[in-house]
């Protein structure tokens, strides 16, 4: 071997020699990065166990140290959004519970009262009856209460389900009016109904009947033994209009905006409301694809105007 071979020979070895060099530093270099990338996850994770709130991530890197850290964030982001929901679905169960308990709470009394009256010796029978009377009254309202306190949780958890069936307006109305009939007459309400009988609309039959008669019940409710309830029908290619007024005594601006709130109870609420049928309603429409919204004046009377989108 002649010496210039040799001294290639050197060299090239010399070279590989280099290169091995260099990849053993870059595949330490990138070693110790990845030791470090995943040293920064691990207290990260550390951090979630100790804090209530969500620490952020440093920045995100390339690879698949960084994919792993943007999927990392997302999940911890997913768990938080979970356990929120959990605490706010504990939050209104118990709420629910305590309203349950302080709606059914005067009622229930007067049932207990009531049945211990009857046990007097010697009782007339004109007081025994107008205690069992108030004793079926009372066990009325407690029924009435969980009827509607058990279709607001299921409005509130999404699941009630409605049907989409064709309905003519004008049976819809006379539906939800037959059992105002008597109601009207005692106070010497005046109805005026205007509806054309072909006008049709895409509802679920029975709680858009339940919604509308909540609206209903409030208008007669707050108009004075004379006073008059109005309700109009009209169509357009968008909608289907149901306006429902009355001349009664109106509402404050200022609790305008709150009546849609459930057990929200206006200055002018009688001791026996309870606050639900208008939160019924506005949620019933609602999930329909409809709107309902409310005008009053203090004196002049309160037009509430539904609206279910064709």
């Given amino acids: 071997m002649t010496e210039t071979a040799a001294l290639q020979i050197a060299a090239l070895l010399a070279a590989v020699l280099a290169g091995v060099c260099v990849w053993l530093a870059i595949l330490l270099r990138r070693d110790r990065r990845r030791e470090r990338e995943l040293a920064e996850l691990t207290q990260y994770l550390m951090r979630l166990q100790d804090q209530s709130e969500l620490p952020q991530l440093s920045r995100c890197r390339e690879g698949q140290t960084g994919i792993l850290q943007s999927e990392l964030y997302k999940l911890m982001i997913q768990m938080k959004e979970q356990s929120s929901g959990a605490v706010r679905e504990k939050e209104y169960l118990a709420d629910m519970l305590s309203d349950i308990s302080h709606q059914i709470k005067t009622?229930?009394?007067?049932?207990?009262?009531?049945?211990?009256?009857?046990?007097?010796?010697?009782?007339?029978?004109e007081k025994r009856m107008e205690f069992t009377q108030r004793i079926d009254d009372s066990v009325t309202r407690i029924t009435w209460l969980i009827r509607n306190l058990l279709t607001l949780s299921q409005l509130d958890a999404n699941r009630l389900k409605l049907k989409r069936e064709q309905v003519m307006a004008r049976a819809l109305l006379d539906t939800v009016l037959q059992p105002f009939e008597l109601l009207l007459e005692l106070k010497e309400l005046q109805l005026c109904v205007e509806c054309a009988q072909t006008i049709e609309l895409t509802c679920d039959r029975h709680w858009s009947g339940e919604a509308l008669s909540n609206i209903v019940k409030n208008c007669i409710e707050h108009t004075p033994p004379g006073g008059q309830i109005m309700i109009s029908v009209s169509q357009n290619n968008f909608s289907t209009n149901i306006c429902i007024r009355d001349n009664g005594e109106g509402i404050d601006r200022e609790q305008l905006s709150h009546i849609f709130e459930r057990f929200y109870k206006g200055?002018?609420?009688?001791?026996?409301?309870?606050?639900?049928?208008?939160?019924?309603?506005?949620?019933?429409?609602?999930?329909?694809?409809?709107?309902?919204?409310?005008?009053?004046?203090?004196?002049?009377?309160?037009?509430?105007?539904?609206?279910?989108?064709?």
Avoid: C, H, W
């Avoid at 007067?110 to 009782?123: E, F, N, S």
């Fill in 107 to 125: 009622p229930l009394a007067a049932v207990t009262i009531m049945t211990d009256l009857l046990k007097t010796p010697g009782l007339p029978e």
């Fill in 267 to 310: 200055s002018n609420q009688s001791a026996e409301s309870v606050g639900i049928g208008l939160a019924i309603a506005e949620k019933i429409i609602t999930l329909q694809n409809g709107t309902v919204t409310v005008q009053s004046e203090v004196g002049k009377g309160t037009e509430f105007l539904v609206k279910l989108y064709r």
